[in-house]
């Protein structure tokens, strides 16, 4: 068979070039070009999706800023590798932000790729999403009309007597309910107790006589 050699700059190499790059940003998959060190030269549509941006933007981004790696060792292996011109593919399981803000967490496959085996290689980088992790919400602070009123009776410099007569509970009534606020705040005192309340929002700053 006759061997066909293509020049660069050719007519026949634009075209193919132009093949290549049409069929890169129609594969499905996530893919990038990266140079040795990890910075995107090309990015196809799938993969900035990922990122919640576009191809243009993520050029010159660090793959592994984007997609953080789970073990920091895998990455220092493969760049000793890479230094020694080892042309094995290379994985790294890593993890990133979903544009929706769920985590998701996958694996990125680096193959060396250059036309020679002096040349330095560049990376062809694919991601495998394996699953995702639904962002955290957090629920709403609650606190009983009873709990709320001592709160401010505590701020306003009231003690627990008088929090007891303006609640119309007992002493121990009201300590019981400080009690378990402080369980579930983790305050180990009541101004601590207080500052709690106002940082969550169950007491309103700035206001005076305190009030939730």
């Known amino acids: 068979?006759?061997?066909?050699?293509?020049?660069?700059?050719?007519?026949?190499?634009?075209?193919?070039?132009?093949?290549?790059?049409?069929?890169?940003?129609?594969?499905?998959?996530?893919?990038?070009?990266?140079?040795?060190?990890?910075?995107?030269?090309?990015?196809?549509?799938?993969?900035?999706?990922?990122?919640?941006?576009?191809?243009?933007?993520?050029?010159?981004?660090?793959?592994?800023?984007?997609?953080?790696?789970?073990?920091?060792?895998?990455?220092e292996r493969i760049a000793e590798a890479l230094r020694l011109r080892h042309r094995s593919?290379?994985?790294?399981?890593?993890?990133?932000?979903?544009?929706?803000?769920?985590?998701?967490?996958?694996?990125?496959?680096?193959?060396?790729?250059?036309?020679?085996?002096?040349d330095t290689p560049a990376l062809l980088v694919m991601?495998?999403?394996?699953?995702?992790?639904e962002p955290l919400v957090e629920e709403p602070v609650r606190v009983t009309p009873v709990e709320a009123r001592i709160l401010a009776l505590l701020a306003g410099g009231a003690t627990t007597a008088k929090a007891a007569k303006e609640t119309g509970l007992t002493t121990d009534g009201v300590t019981y309910h400080l009690r378990r606020l402080s369980a579930r705040w983790e305050a180990s005192n009541r101004t601590e107790l207080v500052a709690r309340a106002y940082a969550l929002g169950v007491l309103t700053p700035g206001v005076w006589p305190p009030g939730a």
């Open 1 to 75: 068979m006759r061997e066909v050699r293509v020049e660069d700059g050719s007519p026949e190499a634009v075209v193919w070039r132009n093949r290549a790059l049409t069929l890169f940003d129609r594969v499905a998959v996530p893919v990038a070009v990266c140079d040795v060190y990890g910075a995107v030269l090309l990015a196809n549509p799938a993969l900035a999706a990922e990122c919640g941006t576009t191809p243009g933007r993520l050029r010159g981004r660090d793959v592994l800023e984007l997609f953080r790696p789970q073990q920091a060792g895998q990455v």
């Open 127 to 133: 991601l495998r999403v394996q699953g995702e992790r």
């Open 89 to 118: 593919r290379y994985q790294v399981s890593v993890r990133w932000e979903a544009p929706g803000g769920a985590e998701r967490f996958g694996e990125l496959t680096a193959d060396p790729v250059s036309d020679s085996v002096q």
